[in-house]
């Protein structure tokens, strides 16, 4: 069965035409205009993917990512109008997969969409063996990373960092790679990997892992044995 969207955005002409597009594409798809019913229609029809426009009437578009995020691991583009960094910065630590800048072509938004769900899905193809590092197992085909046998709660971006650090313990690994390894078909930016990389460490840290994520100055990021 095709990968079912959630498409969440307010302007109904912008909405029909994300709609045509994904089914052109072979996608199912389910719409809601509001953040209300966006979280409605989330936990009634648990969508593959959710394309959600920040501003909504009803709760933001970042109150529903919060949601979506308590919820698990749907993997969320953030369409928004706002161009500035900050403000991608916002939604991308708060658990998003990628967003796109209003105006956009269709085409562009159905390119993310399929990378975020390739990614999502090689995540799944990616080894049977679950990767070690000290108290910290990253089992990539079930997609869970657990510390002292906790499970840790990680956005699929967040995992994938996780993952390409456990695959090379001690070794630092700069932004650039970090980016190409967990967001290859985006325009985030390298600061992007810091603010997904910080809410690793806070999850680490609440679970016992204090000092498993370690950054290295003037490089990037290492995952090592712990303080």
């Not at 307010?10 to 089914?23: H, I, K, N, T, W």
């Not at 919820?71 to 960094?85: F, K, L």
């Not at 562009?108 to 390739?118: G, I, T, Y």
């Amino acid at each position: 069965m095709s990968a079912l969207i959630l498409i969440v955005e307010d302007e109904p002409q912008l909405a029909e035409v994300l709609e045509a597009y994904a089914r052109q594409e072979g996608y199912r798809t389910e719409r809601a205009g509001d953040g209300v019913s966006a979280l409605t229609m989330f936990r009634a029809a648990s969508p593959d993917l959710i394309l959600l426009d920040v501003m909504l009437p009803g709760r933001s578009g970042l109150d529903v990512l919060k949601a979506v995020r308590a919820d698990g691991q749907t993997p969320v583009i953030m369409v928004t109008a706002r161009a500035e960094e900050s403000d991608q910065i916002v939604g991308l630590e708060l658990g998003a997969d990628d967003y796109v800048v209003k105006p956009f072509r269709p085409r562009e938004v159905m390119a993310r969409v399929r990378a975020v769900l390739r990614r999502a899905s090689a995540v799944l193809e990616d080894g049977e063996k679950p990767l070690r590092v000290a108290m910290l197992e990253v089992d990539r085909r079930a997609v869970i990373a657990r510390v002292h046998g906790q499970a840790l709660n990680l956005t699929p971006a967040e995992f994938r960092l996780l993952a390409h650090l456990a695959e090379a313990p001690g070794r630092a690994f700069t932004r650039e790679e970090l980016l190409a390894a967990a967001l290859p078909d985006s325009d985030a930016l390298e600061r992007v990997v810091d603010a997904h990389l910080a809410s690793v460490r806070r999850k680490l840290d609440a679970s016992g892992g204090g000092g498993l994520l370690q950054t290295v100055r003037g490089v990037g990021y290492r995952l090592g044995a712990g303080a």
